[in-house]
């Protein structure tokens, strides 16, 4: 409540409820599921994280913050963290300009708008391992279609050995998927846009460029920001299917995100007090990123 | 400053729905044109295709000495006064005035200049800094007419600017914009569904039925020789009052032959509420008049005046009567009303036309 509308703050103060057990029996669903799946866990990560397993597994020992120590001293993590950088920025702003390109087409299609958008959406629906699959059958350089045709004509294309092509075609394939997704948000934002204030800057002498860039995209500025929270967490979490199906993290761990490193460490070199370390670190980067996307660019956003 | 010209405007929409249909119309230089007719009757449009936000299916527009038909709205010289406003939320209220100026590059002392010219002149200056989500409504409005202000351009386009205001603010912006108007001069195209708006802004009023222009005229030219049925029962409230005539003459009111004869046609006679008086059995009525035996069906206290209905014995439409200050009349009442012989329009039934009396 801010105040401002002293009828819906009075009436929601005084929706009280005469059976004291009740309230906390329609929040315990909600709660339980967080304590399940994101409190315990997370716990567990923090225990795990501060122990050291003996090489069969058998007994583990408390080392304190030695594991941190040990994964921020370790060049491959920091090249990890690289590669999750460029990675995540890259699919964010490829899936996102990308998609905010094909909403205002969209916008423009006289005939078939339904066909169309329903055509855009339906990418959303792919499963990432899958969408990473297809991406791989496409460029696969020894059976790829595309690859056949890339390398036809005279590029040599090689994701298996060469590391920024690699990056290239995880990135590709990881904005691909969300595209539908910001396409989606896109369209409703730009349909949210009043068609008298286009014609009033048209009046103004704006032209279309210059209508978009200073009216329309400043007017969709929380939807896009939105997005950028949406595909930044997006890349760096739920794109594990694509890079593992598309490049299991390699060529020479040219692809491997901190998302894949945790999983890498854990599960296959079975460092699983390693793993849980960066694990923590990887939540502590996300709560800090988002924080810092709400508290700096936020700011900048109009909402109307 | 300029002259608008429209010559055989016609809309075209697809699926053949003819929104605007064949309009010619001249627009003098400096003058207050108001485009009045119900929701529908294609004024929006038509002012939209003089803006260049509606293409024109066929027909020229001329705007100076320009046609202007294959020009962009930014083009046309024109400054638009939107229904919503159109406030650009995102800008201050001086980034809402200077955005047109700064697109066309103008020097920024002269767009300072203008700025607080027209803020001034609409009283908006301690709003410069605020964005348009802070103003009340009628602030918005002062800020999206000194939008339109700032860019002096050769005509002002109003469609329906005032009514999203509260009835107070409606007449004082009324009023405003005439003033504004008279001061600067500049030609201006004004859309309302409001006769009240239309008849106190218009040096000449444009009324528009289903695409077509009914009347043109000075707003008491209007009112005094509606050319229409049409015309004659949407300008004026209450509405003028209707009388379809027969051979028998209308059955409740007596009056001279020659008043009630439909002199070859069928006709319908108008006549205004304010045009006709109750009086007593006793008075003696004027030679000429006609009589109305009304039974009251009820009465409506403006303040100043009231108005009465009744019915005539045999049915028929509803009668209204201006009766001076408040009526105590109850409804069930018996009253007689008399109205001049020369007070009554006349249509032809038909083809809804004004039948002008030799």
């Known amino acids: 409540m801010d105040g401002r509308t002293p009828f819906a703050g009075t009436a929601l103060q005084k929706a009280v409820f005469p059976n004291k057990l009740l309230p906390y029996l329609l929040l315990a669903p909600q709660v339980a599921i967080t304590i399940v799946f994101f409190y315990w866990p997370a716990s567990q990560a923090l225990y795990q994280s501060m122990l050291k397993e003996d090489p069969f597994g058998l007994k583990s020992q408390f080392v304190g913050l030695r594991n941190f120590a040990q994964v921020l001293g370790d060049p491959d993590y920091l090249n990890s963290v690289k590669v999750t950088i460029v990675f995540s920025v890259s699919t964010a702003v490829l899936a996102m300009a990308l998609a905010l390109f094909l909403a205002t087409a969209a916008e423009k299609v006289v005939r078939g708008k339904g066909f169309y958008r329903t055509m855009l959406i339906w990418p959303y629906a792919v499963a990432p391992a899958v969408a990473g699959l297809l991406w791989l059958f496409m460029f696969n350089p020894s059976m790829g279609t595309f690859a056949y045709l890339l390398r036809s004509a005279g590029y040599r294309w090689n994701p298996l050995l060469d590391g920024d092509q690699a990056m290239l075609l995880v990135v590709v394939a990881a904005a691909w998927k969300q595209i539908s997704y910001n396409f989606l948000f896109f369209v409703a934002a730009l349909q949210s846009v009043p068609r008298s204030l286009i014609e009033a800057a048209a009046i103004d002498g704006a032209s279309s460029t210059k209508r978009f860039w200073t009216i329309v995209f400043p007017l969709i500025a929380p939807t896009t920001f939105f997005l950028l929270v949406v595909n930044t967490v997006y890349a760096f979490f739920d794109t594990f299917g694509i890079i593992d199906a598309v490049t299991g993290g390699g060529p020479a761990q040219a692809t491997q995100t901190l998302v894949y490193k945790v999983y890498n460490d854990g599960f296959v070199n079975l460092d699983l007090g390693g793993s849980a370390a960066q694990s923590v670190i990887l939540m502590a980067i996300v709560i800090a990123l988002t924080a810092v996307q709400f508290r700096y660019v936020e700011k900048r956003v109009h909402y109307a | ?358």
């Open chain 2, 1 to 358: 400053m300029a002259k608008i010209e429209l010559t055989d405007v016609r809309k075209v929409y697809p699926g053949n729905v003819e929104a605007v249909k064949g309009v010619s119309l001249s627009i003098p230089d400096g003058s207050f044109v108001v485009l009045v007719g119900p929701s529908g009757c294609g004024k929006s449009t038509l002012l939209r295709m003089v803006a260049g936000l509606e293409s024109i299916s066929s027909g020229t527009v001329e705007i100076g000495e320009r046609v202007v038909n294959e020009l962009e709205p930014a083009e046309r010289d024109i400054a638009m006064v939107f229904q919503n406003y159109a406030l650009y939320p995102h800008m201050s209220v001086r980034g809402n005035l200077q955005y047109g100026l700064k697109n066309r590059k103008m020097a920024s002392d002269e767009i300072a200049r203008r700025v607080d010219a027209a803020a001034k002149m609409l009283e908006i200056g301690p709003l410069l800094d605020r964005k348009p989500g802070q103003l009340s409504g009628g602030q918005r409005q002062r800020v999206a007419m000194g939008r339109a202000l700032v860019r002096e351009p050769a005509a002002f386009l109003f469609d329906e600017p005032l009514s999203n205001l509260d009835a107070k603010l409606r007449v004082q912006m009324r009023a405003e914009i005439r003033r504004l108007q008279r001061r600067l001069g500049t030609t201006s195209l004004y859309v309302t569904h409001d006769q009240l708006e239309a008849m106190t802004l218009a040096d000449k009023l444009v009324v528009l039925n289903s695409g077509r222009i009914e009347q043109v005229g000075s707003p008491m030219d209007v009112y005094e020789k509606p050319a229409s049925l049409f015309v004659a029962t949407f300008i004026g409230s209450p509405a003028m009052n209707l009388l379809p005539v027969g051979e028998g003459g209308v059955p409740g009111v007596s009056a001279s032959d020659h008043l009630l004869s439909p002199g070859g046609r069928p006709q319908i006679l108008g006549v205004r509420p304010e045009h006709m008086r109750l009086v007593a059995e006793t008075d003696a009525t004027q030679p000429g008049d006609a009589i109305f035996e009304l039974t009251v069906n009820g009465v409506e206290v403006v303040g100043a005046e009231s108005f009465v209905y009744g019915g005539l014995p045999q049915g028929g439409p509803e009668v209204a009567v201006r009766v001076a200050g408040y009526s105590h009349l109850e409804p069930g009442t018996q009253v007689r009303a008399a109205t001049s012989h020369d007070a009554f329009h006349r249509f032809d039934r038909e083809s809804g036309r004004r039948i002008v009396v030799a």
